[in-house]
């Protein structure tokens, strides 16, 4: 029976790719340079403004520009930070399925905390996570397994009994790392880490609810 889930926040609780990416072009737009088509951008989303920086500019940390750009990306997106982001769909009925069953359950992103704790309090869910940790609430972000460690000690969930969801290739090596079990989500961003499959997800789901099924069969009941 496990103790405790945890989600990943961009990509696999949340669609925020359209203020992401409109941040994105927002910024091409002042720096002279074409919009691009959400589509395009949104596989760089998870990876935050270095996907997204890379994405449009094709530049990479380090770049004479790159800190510029970065920060006013930054700016752009603090104002626009829920404009259009929202719950995946079958997220609301996910939730409300492990709160009935008594599973606790968290947030671990790689999301800084002055863009998480808005963004997730916008959405409506600060009243309902018991916990959040974000890219700079330990010293190492993911792929490291120290986040999830850290939100499962403060869940009081033992890792191996706890389940880490997430959309990115550094989530489930993460996950892994932490001795949780992974779950893959492919209605999420995905990036550029290779076919899903390969990853070593313990468990791919293409909608929510595969999630709250796989629990309730885990627990011996539907």
Known sequence: MFEAVLFDLD?????????????ANFLLQEEGRPQQALDKLRPYTSQGVRGLLKAGFDLDPGAPEYDRLAQRFLEIYAERLCDQSTLFNG???LLDQLENRGLSWGIVTNKRMRFT????????????????VSGDTTPEAKPSARPI???????????????????DLRDIQAG???????????????GHNGPLETWGADLI??????????????????
């Open 11 to 23: 990509g696999t609780l949340a669609d925020t790719a359209p203020d992401l990416g409109g941040a």
């Open 91 to 93: 997220i609301p009925d």
């Open 117 to 132: 704790d808005p963004l997730v309090k916008l959405l409506g869910l600060t009243p309902r996570t018991r916990c959040v």
């Open 149 to 167: 460690l850290y939100a499962c000690q403060n869940l009081k969930a033992d890792p191996v009994r706890s389940i880490y969801v997430g959309d």
């Open 176 to 190: 892994r790392a932490a001795g949780c079990f992974t779950v893959a989500v492919s209605y999420g961003y995905l």
């Open 205 to 222: 789901i293409d909608h929510p609810s595969e999630l709250a099924d796989y629990v309730a069969s885990c627990a011996g009941q539907k």
